[in-house]
């Protein structure tokens, strides 16, 4: 029954601290909005780093989407892919839940790109069957035959340009956007939070009305300013790699 309550006290002690540290960071953002707290600066070679970034992830994801839609043209068949290979990348998640769901959900797995037959091959056995079924001894049954197999054949061809475009240049691309940018962006939010705790803390130094008080608000700037520096360096280190990086994805 100990345990039980100083668990609950602990839990309680951390919600609280959670609590108060999103309000002083709501605080903050309002005052910064109205024009009435001061807002640290990141310095002009991290903007330029992180614009640069930023723009080359927008032309990435354009492209991207452009090329998924050169790909399969047809919008059902384009979103079956998209779910199948959302489905396919929970599987091999860290996330259990996220790897027991997708063990559920009973469909194909992946993109059906090599697998589809593209427009030419069904032009193209349509004609074949249809030459058959007239017979082979006409002149239409003939050559229906033969023009449907030609677009057989220039299906086939298409079929393995998608793949080789869909696995050497879609994918690279795709990953790049899912996996390297996703976590880009989750340091630089972490930064933004970092920043909003550190000039929450020097307002709070301002406002202190005791020598106490101003002492404790101190300690704490020191602490955020610590930790907005590991926060600004990591994500630096990020920025700076993906940008000498984009041009061999």
């Known amino acids: 029954?100990?345990?039980?309550?100083?668990?609950?006290?602990?839990?309680?002690?951390?919600?609280?601290?959670?609590?108060?540290?999103?309000?002083?960071?709501?605080?903050?953002?309002?005052q910064e909005?109205?024009?009435?707290?001061?807002?640290?600066?990141?310095?002009?070679?991290?903007?330029?780093?992180?614009?640069?970034?930023?723009?080359?992830?927008?032309c990435v994801n354009s492209t991207a989407n452009a090329a998924r839609n050169f790909l399969q043209p047809n919008t059902a068949a384009r979103l079956e892919d998209m779910f199948n290979e959302k489905v396919t990348a929970a599987e091999s998640s860290t996330n259990a839940n996220l790897r027991d769901l997708a063990s559920k959900i009973p469909i194909r797995r992946g993109s059906a790109m090599d697998k589809r037959p593209s427009y030419s091959e069904i032009l193209g056995n349509t004609m074949k069957k249809g030459g058959?079924?007239?017979?082979?001894?006409?002149?239409?049954?003939?050559?229906?035959?033969?023009?449907?197999?030609?677009?057989?054949?220039?299906?086939?061809?298409?079929?393995?340009?998608?793949?080789?475009?869909?696995?050497?240049?879609?994918?690279?691309?795709?990953?790049?956007l899912q996996v390297e940018w996703?976590?880009?962006?989750?340091?630089?939010?972490?930064?933004?939070?970092?920043?909003?705790?550190?000039?929450?803390?020097?307002?709070?130094?301002?406002a202190a009305r005791t020598p106490e008080t101003m002492q404790q608000n101190e300690q704490k700037v020191r602490e955020c300013q610590a930790a907005f520096d590991r926060q600004y360096e990591q994500t630096k280190i990020l920025l700076t790699d993906a940008d000498r990086k984009v041009f061999r994805v």
């Open 1 to 30: 029954m100990d345990d039980l309550g100083q668990s609950l006290k602990e839990g309680l002690g951390t919600l609280g601290s959670l609590s108060v540290k999103g309000f002083d960071r709501a605080k903050q953002f309002s």
């Open 33 to 58: 909005k109205m024009g009435n707290a001061v807002k640290t600066e990141y310095d002009q070679e991290f903007m330029h780093l992180s614009a640069r970034v930023e723009s080359t992830k927008q």
């Open 132 to 176: 058959s079924e007239v017979g082979d001894q006409t002149e239409i049954g003939k050559s229906m035959i033969e023009v449907g197999t030609t677009f057989e054949k220039l299906g086939m061809l298409e079929r393995e340009i998608l793949s080789d475009v869909y696995n050497n240049f879609f994918k690279p691309f795709s990953n790049h």
């Open 182 to 206: 996703s976590n880009i962006a989750t340091e630089k939010r972490r930064l933004d939070l970092a920043r909003l705790d550190l000039d929450a803390a020097k307002s709070k130094v301002k």
